[in-house]
C-alpha cells in the first residue's frame, strides 16, 4: 500500500540560547538545517523576528511547497492554539506570545507548536530510542531537568499543559536547596548541571572550577568532591525517575539532556537510584540513552504535521 505524504514542514527548536531549525521533504528526511542567537534578552518581538528569518533561510532551500511550520519551544504552551501559556524570564516577555498569530503574519504558514522538551519526547518515541513503544517516559537532564510521556506516540501535556516538569519532583536530598521554580527542596535543585556544578562548591571544591563539564572531569580523575556532587544528584535523577514510573509505569525511560553524556559514572549512579525507589512490579523497565540528540526536536515538531498514519 502506497501512503500519502504530506508535504514539506520547517521545524524549529526554540530556546533562550539558540534558534536551531531544519527544512524535512515530503518523505520526512531532513535536508537542511541552520541556527542563529537567540535574542532572549531583546524581547518576544525580536525573538519572533529571529525565527521568521530562520523560516526564510530554510524555505529558500525548498523546492517543494512548505505546508506547515512546526515549533519545540521553551515554555508552557498551549497545543491547541499555540499560545505560550507561561515562562521564565530566560526569554524576555515571552509568556503569552501567540506563536500562531505571529508567525503566520510573518511567514504566511501554518503554525502548530508544543514544549520544547515535548518535542524531544515526541521525536524519541516516534523516530528514536521509544520507536515501537507503547508508553515512554522521556527524562530529560541538562540545564534544568525536564520530561515528557507519550502514549501510543501522543503526547500527554496535562490539563494546564504543563504536564512533563518532572524537575519539579519533591528530592530528599535537595532538601532546602532552592529551585529555579521558586520552591525548594525539588530535584532540579541537586541534579542538573548546574546544580551538580554549585553542590561541587558547597562541598569544598576549587572555586576556580567554573562549570559541570569540569567538575565531570575531576570526578573521572578521582577526585573526591566531585565524585560525591556527580554521583549524588545522578542517584536523586534516579529516585526521581522511579517514582515517575512507580506512577505512570511506562514500558521505557529515555534519558536525554547533556548530563546522559556525562559517562559511567553518572549512569551507573542514575541506575541506582532508580533500583533504590522502584517498586517490584516495573523494577524491569528499560531505561535508555536518547539517539537523535539535538534532532530530536526537529522530528517532534515537524510530526505535528504528519498524518497519525505516517509516524509508525
Not at 70 to 83: F, R, Y
Not at 137 to 155: D, E
Not at 166 to 177: E, K, Y
Not at 207 to 225: E, M, N, P, S, W
Amino acid at each position: 500500500m502506497v501512503i500519502a505524504h504530506s508535504g514539506a514542514v520547517i521545524a524549529l527548536d526554540v530556546g533562550g540560547t539558540k534558534i536551531a531549525g531544519a527544512l524535512f521533504d515530503a518523505h520526512r528526511h531532513i535536508i537542511a538545517t541552520t541556527q542563529v542567537r537567540t535574542p532572549a534578552s531583546e524581547g518576544a518581538p525580536a525573538v519572533l523576528e529571529a525565527m521568521a528569518g530562520v523560516v526564510e533561510e530554510l524555505r529558500a532551500r525548498s523546492n517543494e511547497a512548505i505546508s506547515g511550520l512546526g515549533l519545540g519551544v521553551a515554555g508552557v504552551i498551549d497545543p491547541v492554539n499555540a499560545k505560550v501559556s507561561s515562562a521564565t524570564d530566560t526569554i524576555s516577555g515571552w509568556a503569552g506570545t501567540d506563536l500562531r498569530a505571529e508567525l503566520m503574519a510573518r511567514t504566511s504558514l501554518e503554525v502548530r507548536a508544543v514544549n520544547d522538551v515535548h518535542a524531544h519526547g515526541l521525536g524519541e518515541a516516534l523516530r528514536g530510542a521509544g520507536r515501537g513503544a507503547e508508553e515512554v517516559l522521556l527524562f530529560a537532564v541538562g540545564t534544568g531537568i525536564g520530561g515528557a510521556h507519550l502514549v501510543h506516540g501522543k503526547l500527554l501535556t496535562g490539563v494546564h499543559h504543563a504536564a512533563g516538569h518532572v524537575g519539579h519532583i519533591d528530592s530528599i536530598d535537595a532538601a532546602g536547596l532552592p529551585c529555579s521554580c521558586g520552591q525548594t527542596g525539588h530535584v532540579e535543585a541537586i541534579a542538573s548541571g548546574p546544580a551538580i556544578h554549585r553542590h561541587y562548591l558547597r562541598l569544598g571544591g576549587d572555586t576556580r572550577i567554573t562549570d559541570t563539564k569540569a567538575v565531570t572531569a575531576l570526578a573521572l580523575a578521582g577526585d573526591q568532591r566531585a565524585h560525591q556532587a556527580l554521583a549524588t544528584g545522578a542517584r536523586a535523577a534516579g529516585r526521581a525517575a522511579a517514582s515517575l514510573a512507580n506512577v505512570l509505569d511506562p514500558e521505557l525511560v529515555i534519558v536525554s539532556g547533556g548530563m546522559a553524556g556525562a559517562g559511567a559514572l553518572w549512569w551507573n549512579s542514575l541506575r541506582q537510584g532508580f533500583a533504590e525507589s522502584v517498586i517490584g512490579p516495573v523494577a524491569k523497565t528499560g531505561i535508555v540513552a536518547a539517539e537523535l540528540g539535538n534532532e530530536a526536536a526537529f522530528y517532534g515538531a515537524a510530526s505535528l504535521f504528519w498524518p497519525s498514519t505516517e509516524k509508525e
